[in-house]
């Protein structure tokens, strides 16, 4: 459990592997999901010695808060949940891994949170104003240009009601200064946050990114395609002498 300074009680789990490598992974779920929707990354990292801790985001799953802003307050809870494994001793190397909004989350982390060694994000969004237009005009039928006013204004009442700017949801300015190693996935199917959010980011800092673009795969579904490959590259980046020597933030 966490505890915000507002007051906010975060849960998650945390689970040790049998044979610890010294590697730990935080696995960050996606919109109206929950920590139990990573459990099944969690299985193949923990029997390859990985402890992994599964946080319920705010506003899901056991967590509190009523109010989810893709990442805007959601990045500084990833270093709270980071100060957990850096004050165990038995864990000597950190890493992330995000599925769609957690994945847009540990993204944007990143302009703050400096000690993982690298980074796994699958199916994540470049900007929330891009995919929140791309969602209008998907659900509503309209062109996305007619859909730019109607999230201007959801913008607008949000800065309002709530004091957020939901502009600042934005992977997409972190990552352009990044300097870990991050592995993004996305598939050609994906209709929730279409693949062109992922090339933009790879765009933005190609030194340190890889795309990794799954044919066939829909959101979040890449591991359906060819699971043993799936755990194989993402065990592979985890383990890769690379991301043992963190580079950090430029």
């Known amino acids: 459990m966490q505890v915000t300074s507002s007051g906010t009680i975060l849960r998650g789990w945390r689970i ?43 506003g899901h799953g056991a ?3 009523d109010l989810i802003s893709y990442g805007v307050r959601e990045a500084t809870d990833v270093a709270r949940w980071a100060d957990l494994l850096a004050h165990d001793p038995a864990v000597s190397r950190t890493y992330g891994m995000g599925e769609s909004m957690g994945a847009a989350i540990l993204l944007q982390s990143l302009q703050t949170e400096h000690r993982f060694q690298s980074i796994v994000a699958e199916s994540p969004f470049a900007t929330f104003h891009e995919v929140a237009a791309y969602r209008v005009h998907q659900i509503a039928g309209i062109p996305e240009l007619l859909a730019w006013p109607i999230v201007k204004s959801g913008f607008v009442y949000a800065r309002l ?14 990552i352009r200064h990044a300097a870990i190693p991050i ?17 933009e980011l790879h765009a933005a800092n190609p030194v340190f990114t890889t795309l990794w673009i799954v044919e066939g795969a829909s959101h979040v579904a890449a591991h359906n395609i060819d699971p043993q490959l799936y755990e194989r590259k993402v065990l592979a980046w985890f383990n890769s002498p690379a991301t043992h020597s963190k580079l950090g933030y430029y």
């Open 161 to 174: 009601r709530y004091g957020l700017d939901l502009n600042r949801a934005s992977p997409l300015a972190a």
């Open 183 to 199: 592995l993004l996935i996305h598939g050609t199917r994906d209709v929730n946050i279409p693949l062109r959010e992922s090339e």
């Open 16 to 58: 040790r592997p049998a044979a610890p490598n010294g590697g730990a992974v935080l696995l960050l779920h996606g919109v109206a999901d929950s920590r139990t929707g990573m459990l099944l990354h969690a299985s193949y990292l923990l029997n390859s010695g990985f402890e992994v801790l599964l946080p319920d985001a705010r």
């Open 63 to 65: 967590s509190g808060d």
